[in-house]
Protein backbone atom coordinates (compact mmCIF):
# COMPACT_ATOMS: atom_id res chain seq x y z
CA UNK A 1 0.00 0.00 0.00
CA UNK A 2 1.53 3.99 -0.48
CA UNK A 3 3.17 5.17 1.93
CA UNK A 4 1.36 6.96 4.88
CA UNK A 5 -1.07 4.02 4.40
CA UNK A 6 -0.15 1.25 7.02
CA UNK A 7 -2.57 2.74 9.52
CA UNK A 8 -3.00 4.03 13.08
CA UNK A 9 -3.08 2.99 16.33
CA UNK A 10 -5.90 0.75 17.17
CA UNK A 11 -8.91 2.42 19.08
CA UNK A 12 -9.16 1.21 22.21
CA UNK A 13 -12.60 0.03 21.68
CA UNK A 14 -11.06 -2.62 18.74
CA UNK A 15 -8.18 -3.60 20.44
CA UNK A 16 -7.42 -7.40 20.93
CA UNK A 17 -5.09 -9.36 22.64
CA UNK A 18 -2.05 -9.35 20.38
CA UNK A 19 0.23 -11.98 22.58
CA UNK A 20 -2.99 -14.47 22.29
CA UNK A 21 -3.66 -13.94 18.51
CA UNK A 22 0.06 -14.23 17.75
CA UNK A 23 0.30 -17.54 19.71
CA UNK A 24 -2.14 -19.00 17.44
CA UNK A 25 -0.89 -17.82 14.06
CA UNK A 26 2.65 -19.22 14.84
CA UNK A 27 1.04 -22.28 15.79
CA UNK A 28 0.03 -22.26 12.10
CA UNK A 29 1.84 -20.55 10.03
CA UNK A 30 5.78 -21.15 9.52
CA UNK A 31 8.12 -18.30 9.21
CA UNK A 32 6.74 -15.82 11.89
CA UNK A 33 8.98 -14.52 14.50
CA UNK A 34 8.88 -11.81 16.85
CA UNK A 35 6.12 -9.48 18.45
CA UNK A 36 4.15 -8.17 15.67
CA UNK A 37 3.58 -4.75 15.72
CA UNK A 38 -0.65 -4.01 14.95
CA UNK A 39 -1.78 -1.03 13.74
CA UNK A 40 -5.18 -0.50 12.58
CA UNK A 41 -6.59 0.55 9.03
CA UNK A 42 -9.50 3.00 9.82
CA UNK A 43 -10.57 4.24 6.22
CA UNK A 44 -13.37 1.49 6.61
CA UNK A 45 -17.03 1.46 8.05
CA UNK A 46 -17.95 -2.25 8.73
CA UNK A 47 -15.75 -4.98 9.57
CA UNK A 48 -12.53 -4.19 11.02
CA UNK A 49 -8.43 -4.57 9.63
CA UNK A 50 -5.45 -4.43 11.33
CA UNK A 51 -1.63 -4.84 9.55
CA UNK A 52 0.12 -7.59 11.77
CA UNK A 53 3.71 -6.60 10.73
CA UNK A 54 6.21 -9.18 11.94
CA UNK A 55 10.00 -9.26 10.54
CA UNK A 56 10.51 -9.92 7.04
CA UNK A 57 6.09 -10.41 6.64
CA UNK A 58 2.92 -8.42 6.72
CA UNK A 59 -0.22 -10.00 7.81
CA UNK A 60 -3.57 -8.35 6.92
CA UNK A 61 -6.07 -9.16 10.16
CA UNK A 62 -9.87 -9.07 9.44
CA UNK A 63 -12.58 -9.24 12.27
CA UNK A 64 -16.07 -8.15 12.73
CA UNK A 65 -16.73 -4.89 14.56
CA UNK A 66 -18.45 -4.58 18.37
CA UNK A 67 -21.89 -3.66 18.29
CA UNK A 68 -25.14 -4.19 16.60
CA UNK A 69 -24.47 -6.71 13.62
CA UNK A 70 -27.22 -7.08 10.69
CA UNK A 71 -27.78 -11.10 10.98
CA UNK A 72 -26.40 -12.05 8.20
CA UNK A 73 -23.38 -9.66 8.01
CA UNK A 74 -19.80 -9.99 8.92
CA UNK A 75 -19.31 -13.77 8.27
CA UNK A 76 -15.89 -14.32 8.18
CA UNK A 77 -15.54 -17.68 7.40
CA UNK A 78 -17.59 -16.43 4.57
CA UNK A 79 -15.64 -14.09 3.34
CA UNK A 80 -12.27 -16.41 3.85
CA UNK A 81 -13.89 -18.83 1.60
CA UNK A 82 -14.72 -16.77 -0.90
CA UNK A 83 -11.68 -15.36 -1.10
CA UNK A 84 -9.82 -18.93 -1.04
CA UNK A 85 -12.20 -20.32 -3.93
CA UNK A 86 -11.81 -17.34 -6.52
CA UNK A 87 -7.91 -16.32 -6.43
CA UNK A 88 -7.31 -19.79 -8.56
CA UNK A 89 -9.99 -18.49 -11.30
CA UNK A 90 -9.71 -14.56 -10.58
CA UNK A 91 -5.78 -13.81 -9.56
CA UNK A 92 -6.62 -10.47 -8.59
CA UNK A 93 -7.20 -11.85 -4.59
CA UNK A 94 -5.00 -11.91 -1.67
CA UNK A 95 -4.01 -15.12 -0.55
CA UNK A 96 -5.76 -16.19 2.60
CA UNK A 97 -4.03 -17.62 5.61
CA UNK A 98 -5.10 -18.96 7.94
CA UNK A 99 -9.25 -18.78 9.57
CA UNK A 100 -10.46 -18.98 13.35
CA UNK A 101 -13.45 -20.29 14.23
CA UNK A 102 -12.28 -20.10 17.84
CA UNK A 103 -13.98 -17.51 20.19
CA UNK A 104 -11.43 -18.12 22.97
CA UNK A 105 -8.76 -16.08 20.81
CA UNK A 106 -9.82 -13.44 19.98
CA UNK A 107 -13.78 -12.66 20.91
CA UNK A 108 -15.02 -13.36 17.55
CA UNK A 109 -13.79 -15.07 14.23
CA UNK A 110 -11.04 -13.81 12.31
CA UNK A 111 -8.53 -14.69 9.25
CA UNK A 112 -5.45 -13.61 8.06
CA UNK A 113 -4.63 -12.83 4.83
CA UNK A 114 -1.25 -11.44 3.01
CA UNK A 115 -0.48 -7.86 2.39
CA UNK A 116 -0.60 -6.66 -1.35
CA UNK A 117 1.51 -3.91 -1.46
CA UNK A 118 0.48 -1.23 -3.66
CA UNK A 119 -1.92 1.96 -3.60
CA UNK A 120 -5.05 2.71 -2.31
CA UNK A 121 -7.11 5.58 -3.91
CA UNK A 122 -9.03 6.87 -1.48
CA UNK A 123 -11.20 10.21 -0.79
CA UNK A 124 -7.98 11.50 -2.57
CA UNK A 125 -5.04 10.39 -4.23
CA UNK A 126 -2.14 8.89 -1.81
CA UNK A 127 1.55 10.64 -1.83
CA UNK A 128 3.15 9.38 -5.05
CA UNK A 129 0.33 7.84 -7.17
CA UNK A 130 0.18 10.12 -10.61
CA UNK A 131 -3.33 10.97 -11.79
CA UNK A 132 -3.49 13.54 -14.26
CA UNK A 133 -6.56 13.41 -16.42
CA UNK A 134 -5.38 10.73 -19.18
CA UNK A 135 -4.42 8.40 -16.53
CA UNK A 136 -7.36 9.36 -14.75
CA UNK A 137 -9.75 7.95 -17.07
CA UNK A 138 -7.67 4.81 -17.83
CA UNK A 139 -8.23 3.90 -14.08
CA UNK A 140 -11.52 4.58 -14.42
CA UNK A 141 -11.54 2.52 -17.55
CA UNK A 142 -9.76 -0.32 -15.67
CA UNK A 143 -12.20 0.33 -12.79
CA UNK A 144 -14.85 -1.01 -15.05
CA UNK A 145 -12.95 -3.76 -16.97
CA UNK A 146 -11.72 -5.16 -13.60
CA UNK A 147 -15.42 -5.28 -12.59
CA UNK A 148 -16.70 -7.38 -15.71
CA UNK A 149 -13.88 -9.83 -15.29
CA UNK A 150 -15.09 -10.41 -12.32
CA UNK A 151 -18.34 -10.75 -13.63
CA UNK A 152 -17.31 -12.90 -16.40
CA UNK A 153 -15.84 -15.50 -13.53
CA UNK A 154 -17.94 -19.24 -13.91
CA UNK A 155 -18.92 -19.67 -10.25
CA UNK A 156 -18.83 -23.88 -10.86
CA UNK A 157 -15.19 -23.23 -12.25
CA UNK A 158 -14.34 -21.56 -8.70
CA UNK A 159 -16.77 -23.97 -6.52
CA UNK A 160 -18.97 -21.19 -5.81
CA UNK A 161 -22.00 -22.71 -6.94
CA UNK A 162 -23.67 -23.13 -3.61
CA UNK A 163 -22.67 -19.18 -3.05
CA UNK A 164 -25.91 -17.78 -3.57
CA UNK A 165 -29.74 -18.36 -3.67
CA UNK A 166 -30.97 -18.80 -7.38
CA UNK A 167 -33.25 -16.53 -9.39
CA UNK A 168 -35.14 -13.60 -8.13
CA UNK A 169 -32.04 -12.08 -7.03
CA UNK A 170 -33.39 -8.26 -7.34
CA UNK A 171 -36.83 -8.85 -5.13
CA UNK A 172 -35.01 -10.65 -2.34
CA UNK A 173 -32.43 -7.09 -2.46
CA UNK A 174 -35.63 -5.02 -2.86
CA UNK A 175 -37.25 -6.71 0.20
CA UNK A 176 -34.28 -7.61 2.22
CA UNK A 177 -32.97 -3.65 2.60
CA UNK A 178 -36.07 -2.52 2.76
CA UNK A 179 -36.73 -4.03 6.06
CA UNK A 180 -32.61 -3.58 6.78
CA UNK A 181 -33.11 0.34 6.84
CA UNK A 182 -36.26 0.18 8.37
CA UNK A 183 -35.04 -2.04 11.62
CA UNK A 184 -31.83 0.42 11.74
CA UNK A 185 -33.51 3.73 10.96
CA UNK A 186 -33.54 6.29 13.57
CA UNK A 187 -35.39 9.34 14.32
CA UNK A 188 -33.60 11.65 12.53
CA UNK A 189 -33.51 10.02 8.83
CA UNK A 190 -36.07 9.90 6.12
CA UNK A 191 -38.02 6.48 6.19
CA UNK A 192 -37.51 6.16 2.42
CA UNK A 193 -40.90 4.82 1.69
CA UNK A 194 -41.43 6.58 -1.38
CA UNK A 195 -38.04 5.18 -2.93
CA UNK A 196 -38.80 1.58 -1.56
CA UNK A 197 -42.30 1.94 -2.42
CA UNK A 198 -41.06 2.91 -6.46
CA UNK A 199 -38.22 0.24 -6.79
CA UNK A 200 -40.74 -2.38 -5.41
CA UNK A 201 -43.32 -1.26 -8.33
CA UNK A 202 -40.08 -1.32 -11.01
CA UNK A 203 -38.09 -3.98 -10.28
CA UNK A 204 -36.38 -5.91 -13.46
CA UNK A 205 -36.83 -10.08 -13.57
CA UNK A 206 -33.00 -10.33 -12.58
CA UNK A 207 -30.89 -9.97 -15.87
CA UNK A 208 -28.14 -13.09 -15.43
CA UNK A 209 -26.66 -14.65 -12.49
CA UNK A 210 -22.38 -14.02 -11.44
CA UNK A 211 -19.78 -13.73 -9.11
CA UNK A 212 -20.81 -9.99 -7.64
CA UNK A 213 -18.65 -8.32 -4.95
CA UNK A 214 -21.12 -5.84 -3.83
CA UNK A 215 -18.67 -3.25 -2.81
CA UNK A 216 -17.09 -1.98 -5.43
CA UNK A 217 -15.36 0.48 -4.79
CA UNK A 218 -11.68 2.34 -6.42
CA UNK A 219 -10.53 1.89 -2.32
CA UNK A 220 -11.07 -1.78 -2.57
CA UNK A 221 -8.48 -2.19 -5.34
CA UNK A 222 -5.22 -2.13 -4.90
CA UNK A 223 -3.15 -0.47 -7.60
CA UNK A 224 0.19 -0.39 -9.41
CA UNK A 225 1.53 2.74 -9.09
CA UNK A 226 3.38 2.69 -12.35
CA UNK A 227 0.49 0.84 -15.11
CA UNK A 228 -2.59 1.35 -12.68
CA UNK A 229 -3.17 -2.40 -13.16
CA UNK A 230 -5.41 -3.88 -10.23
CA UNK A 231 -2.70 -5.73 -8.09
CA UNK A 232 -5.75 -7.25 -5.75
CA UNK A 233 -9.30 -6.76 -5.18
CA UNK A 234 -10.19 -6.57 -1.19
CA UNK A 235 -13.43 -6.77 1.00
CA UNK A 236 -14.89 -9.97 -0.15
CA UNK A 237 -17.61 -9.29 2.48
CA UNK A 238 -20.65 -9.22 0.68
CA UNK A 239 -19.75 -10.72 -2.30
CA UNK A 240 -22.13 -13.25 -3.66
CA UNK A 241 -23.87 -14.70 -6.88
CA UNK A 242 -26.24 -12.14 -8.26
CA UNK A 243 -27.57 -10.02 -10.75
CA UNK A 244 -24.61 -8.01 -12.35
CA UNK A 245 -26.45 -5.07 -12.49
CA UNK A 246 -27.33 -4.84 -9.74
CA UNK A 247 -23.74 -4.89 -8.22
CA UNK A 248 -22.91 -1.86 -11.10
CA UNK A 249 -25.93 -0.24 -9.42
CA UNK A 250 -24.29 -0.43 -5.68
CA UNK A 251 -20.87 0.55 -7.17
CA UNK A 252 -21.95 3.97 -8.77
CA UNK A 253 -23.63 4.85 -5.79
CA UNK A 254 -19.82 5.70 -4.54
CA UNK A 255 -19.20 7.68 -7.93
CA UNK A 256 -19.80 10.61 -7.22
CA UNK A 257 -18.77 13.66 -10.00
CA UNK A 258 -17.98 17.49 -9.32
CA UNK A 259 -21.61 18.14 -11.16
CA UNK A 260 -23.22 16.45 -8.40
CA UNK A 261 -23.24 19.28 -6.67
CA UNK A 262 -21.45 20.27 -3.07
CA UNK A 263 -23.72 18.11 -0.66
CA UNK A 264 -22.86 14.62 -2.91
CA UNK A 265 -18.97 16.17 -2.94
CA UNK A 266 -19.00 15.95 1.01
CA UNK A 267 -20.04 12.76 1.13
CA UNK A 268 -17.56 11.47 -1.48
CA UNK A 269 -15.17 8.54 -0.32
CA UNK A 270 -13.15 8.01 -3.52
CA UNK A 271 -11.44 10.57 -5.71
CA UNK A 272 -14.07 9.07 -8.41
CA UNK A 273 -13.98 13.66 -9.03
CA UNK A 274 -11.16 13.73 -10.33
CA UNK A 275 -10.57 15.58 -13.91
CA UNK A 276 -10.85 12.91 -16.58
CA UNK A 277 -12.76 9.69 -14.80
CA UNK A 278 -15.66 8.40 -16.74
CA UNK A 279 -19.13 9.65 -15.85
CA UNK A 280 -21.87 7.58 -14.26
CA UNK A 281 -23.53 7.44 -17.97
CA UNK A 282 -19.87 6.68 -19.42
CA UNK A 283 -19.60 3.89 -16.96
CA UNK A 284 -23.36 2.25 -17.67
CA UNK A 285 -22.02 2.29 -21.42
CA UNK A 286 -18.88 0.76 -21.26
CA UNK A 287 -19.64 -2.05 -19.09
CA UNK A 288 -23.06 -2.64 -20.99
CA UNK A 289 -21.33 -2.77 -24.43
CA UNK A 290 -18.56 -5.29 -22.38
CA UNK A 291 -21.37 -7.69 -21.13
CA UNK A 292 -23.94 -7.31 -23.78
CA UNK A 293 -26.20 -5.91 -21.51
CA UNK A 294 -29.30 -3.95 -21.66
CA UNK A 295 -29.50 -0.41 -20.04
CA UNK A 296 -33.31 0.57 -20.26
CA UNK A 297 -33.87 0.11 -16.91
CA UNK A 298 -31.01 1.73 -15.60
CA UNK A 299 -33.03 4.13 -13.31
CA UNK A 300 -34.39 1.21 -11.09
CA UNK A 301 -30.37 0.03 -10.61
CA UNK A 302 -29.18 3.12 -9.77
CA UNK A 303 -31.79 4.13 -7.33
CA UNK A 304 -31.06 0.76 -5.61
CA UNK A 305 -27.80 1.59 -5.59
CA UNK A 306 -28.10 4.54 -3.60
CA UNK A 307 -30.76 2.88 -1.43
CA UNK A 308 -28.50 0.27 -0.82
CA UNK A 309 -26.01 2.52 0.31
CA UNK A 310 -28.44 5.23 2.43
CA UNK A 311 -29.26 1.46 4.39
CA UNK A 312 -25.67 0.55 5.18
CA UNK A 313 -24.81 4.28 6.40
CA UNK A 314 -27.93 3.93 8.32
CA UNK A 315 -26.58 0.60 9.72
CA UNK A 316 -23.27 1.84 11.13
CA UNK A 317 -24.89 5.07 11.82
CA UNK A 318 -27.56 3.23 14.32
CA UNK A 319 -24.40 1.62 15.95
CA UNK A 320 -22.74 4.90 16.69
CA UNK A 321 -26.41 6.48 17.67
CA UNK A 322 -26.89 3.60 20.53
CA UNK A 323 -23.44 3.86 21.78
CA UNK A 324 -22.21 1.01 20.55
CA UNK A 325 -19.31 2.25 18.95
CA UNK A 326 -17.52 5.82 19.88
CA UNK A 327 -15.53 6.19 16.56
CA UNK A 328 -16.12 9.36 15.75
CA UNK A 329 -16.22 8.71 11.81
CA UNK A 330 -19.88 7.40 12.21
CA UNK A 331 -20.74 10.91 14.19
CA UNK A 332 -22.56 12.48 10.62
CA UNK A 333 -23.49 9.51 8.68
CA UNK A 334 -27.06 10.63 9.22
CA UNK A 335 -26.05 13.51 6.87
CA UNK A 336 -25.05 10.89 4.47
CA UNK A 337 -28.43 9.35 4.59
CA UNK A 338 -30.10 12.52 3.86
CA UNK A 339 -28.12 13.28 0.58
CA UNK A 340 -28.58 9.69 -0.52
CA UNK A 341 -32.68 10.07 -0.20
CA UNK A 342 -32.39 12.90 -2.11
CA UNK A 343 -30.51 11.43 -4.89
CA UNK A 344 -33.05 8.81 -5.25
CA UNK A 345 -36.20 11.00 -5.48
CA UNK A 346 -34.00 13.19 -8.19
CA UNK A 347 -33.24 9.72 -10.23
CA UNK A 348 -36.99 8.46 -9.95
CA UNK A 349 -37.74 12.21 -10.99
CA UNK A 350 -35.98 11.86 -14.28
CA UNK A 351 -37.48 8.77 -14.73
CA UNK A 352 -40.86 10.18 -14.35
CA UNK A 353 -41.83 8.56 -11.14
Known amino acids: MSAGADGAAVREEDAFDVPRVDAWLKERLDGLSGTPEVTQFTGGASNLTYLLRYPGADLILRRPPVGRKAASAHDMAREYRVQEALRPVFGRVPAVRALCRDPEVLGSDFYVMDRVPGHILRREAPPGLRLDAA ?40 AGWTKRYTQARTWNVPSFSRVTAWLDAHRPEDVGTCVIHNDWRLDNLVLDGDSLGVRAVLDWEMATLGDPLMDLGGALAYWIRPEDGRLALATRRQASHLPGMLTREEIVERYCDRMGLPTENWPFYETFGLFRLAAIAQQIYYRYHHKQTRNPAFRNLWLAVHVLHGRCRAVIRRAGG
Do not use: F, I, N
Open 135 to 174: RARALSETYVDTLTDLHRVDPAAAGLSGLGRGSGYVGRQV
